[in-house]
């Protein structure tokens, strides 16, 4: 499913929702659970027809839940085959800082075709996302920019900067994010899932989360395991509750590596015309290489913005094409351009004009600095780069490079979630082998986790999402039909690239 859901799994980076986008202050309410939801005509541009939205107040703090309450947007796509309904399908979204309001004004549709109309399709706006109660940080706008948001190192390695800025990021949100940005956690948008379900009407849901919302499914699905009917977990993460996030960051350098073969094919094949970077696929990653190094060392401008193109941000601009082949052009017209001589401005767009929003800073920075406590002591980021950057060049270290978490004021007020093995066997999850966020390898932890819980689905592909993303006819009729019948792999399985007919045998797993 093409959508914000898929931009990063730590990361959100553009807006999709159905309601509106205003903050909507906390407010007292004499029930937390109203009995039914005020629904009425979506707003937003390209929803799909039919989509319907709604507001739910659920607590601010569950433990006091006669308390103040924030605004939940939620949105809800019926079945256009009542007779044939089952039940209420939830998308929830990734990020964090995704909208599933959003997932379902543009997929909802695409959704429902897939699965034949047995399902109503809704999704939730976390707090603090889209048209739910707003999270703000008051983040200067230099600091929100994403190559240095996200804290690469400088060309030596150094983390100096990375370090200040960090700072400044924990120091404003411990002063202007209040108690709605303490509030934002993968446990309490587990529990604003399950105040929907109660106000839905619904004993179960049913689910597709994608990326950081295989971690929210997998969190509900351990809290609440009785209310789970048919589960997908699509692209997902190492559950290790010592880690959670910044494990996921870690990651991202050996999912690079992964990846980066399949878009070296690309690069050189010769039907790419004017975007061909080399003759041959093995050319093409020593001349990102040197081409990163140079532009450490002399940065270009862009004509557009007047921003400069840094080795970082060609960096970052190839780990976030990664993602999907439809977005390889833009690295490549970005490398040849940077490959162009001369020293005037370039007229390639800049990937990266503007900053990110006040409410994606504050959540990505709220969710997974609560969820988990971070190291506090900066050598140890420093080693961790240093040993990162030699052994991952093309991140040069950002993976394992601080956050604000490092300085953040307030302890997580609950234990991590630890996913286990307890619970109905009714979760499937699907996962490409070269997946340049969530490689494979932190999803067979999440498979060793959940145990007899799940099926894993692996498909020959690389990309970051599966179902209904990459053109793999094998696993997308998988997916729907688990969703349609209820019917998975009698154990794990490969579906192979070009979209074999029928999953192969089961596949082995990897330490």
């Known amino acids: 499913m093409r959508s914000r859901s898929r931009n990063s799994l730590l990361l ?38 039919g989509t319907e939205c709604a507001t739910l107040p659920v607590p601010l703090d569950y433990r006091k839940p006669g308390g103040p309450t924030v605004d939940i ?39 429902r075709k897939a699965t034949k109309g047995v399902y109503d399709v809704v999704g939730i706006d976390p707090r603090g996302v889209g048209g739910s109660t707003g999270a703000d940080c008051g983040v200067s706008a230099d600091d929100r920019q994403l190559v240095d948001f996200r804290a690469w190192p400088r060309p030596d390695g150094d983390i100096s900067e990375g370090v200040a800025r960090a700072r400044r990021v924990a120091e404003a949100c411990a002063r202007n994010g209040g108690d709605v940005l303490r509030s934002l956690t993968t446990r309490n948008e587990a529990r604003d899932i399950d105040s929907f379900r109660k106000a839905l009407g619904e004993d179960k849901l049913s689910a597709v989360g994608v990326s950081y919302g295989t971690y929210v499914g997998a969190v509900y699905a351990q809290m609440f395991p009785e209310r789970t009917d048919r589960w997908v977990l699509d692209s997902s993460a190492d559950p290790d509750p010592t880690r959670v996030a910044r494990g996921w960051l870690a990651n991202m350098s050996q999912a690079a590596e992964d990846a980066f073969p399949d878009f070296a094919r690309w690069a050189a094949d010769p039907a790419r015309g004017e975007e061909r970077l080399a003759e041959r696929a093995e050319d093409v990653r020593p001349m990102f290489l040197a081409l990163a190094a140079e532009l ?24 976030m094409s990664l993602y999907d082949r439809e977005r390889y052009p833009t690295v490549a017209r970005l490398m040849r351009a940077a ?24 959540v990505f920075a709220g969710v997974v600095c609560n969820d988990v406590a971070w190291p506090r002591d900066v ?32 302890r997580p007020a609950e234990k991590p979630t630890r996913i286990t093995s307890q619970g109905p066997s009714n979760i499937l999850m699907v996962q490409n082998l070269r997946d340049p966020s969530t490689p494979h390898r932190g999803a067979l932890k999440m498979r060793e986790a959940l145990g007899d819980r799940a099926r894993l689905l692996s498909v020959d592909a690389g990309g970051h999402g599966v179902w209904l993303d990459t053109g793999n006819a094998c696993s997308d009729r998988a997916v729907s039909r688990f969703l349609v019948t209820g019917q998975r792999p009698a154990g794990d399985t490969l579906c192979k690239a070009e979209a074999p007919e029928s999953p192969e045998a089961p596949a082995q797993r990897s330490k």
Not at 22 to 47: I, K, Q
Not at 346 to 360: F, G, H, W
């Open 73 to 111: 947007a939620v949105s809800r796509l019926r079945s256009d085959r009542p007779k044939a309904r089952r039940g209420t399908l939830l998308l929830i979204a990734g990020g964090p800082g995704g909208s599933g309001v959003g997932d379902v004004a543009q997929q909802g549709e695409k959704v």
């Open 339 to 362: 490959r162009s001589g001369g020293d005037g401005p370039l007229t390639v767009a800049d990937p990266y004009p503007e900053p990110l929003s006040q409410r994606d800073a504050a």
């Open 12 to 49: 959100a980076l553009s807006a999709a929702a159905c309601a509106t986008a205003l903050t909507v202050p906390a407010h007292a309410a004499s029930t937390p659970h109203p009995g039914g939801l005020d629904w009425r005509p979506c707003t937003a541009e390209n929803s799909a027809p």
């Open 379 to 410: 050598s140890s980021y420093e080693r961790a780069v240093a040993a990162d950057r030699a052994r991952y060049p093309l991140t040069a270290g950002m993976p394992a490079s601080i956050t604000p978490c490092a300085f953040w004021k307030d």
């Open 296 to 319: 450490d060392r002399k940065p270009r401008t862009f004509k557009d913005t007047g921003h400069r193109l840094t080795g970082n941000v060609l960096r970052q601009s190839l780990q």
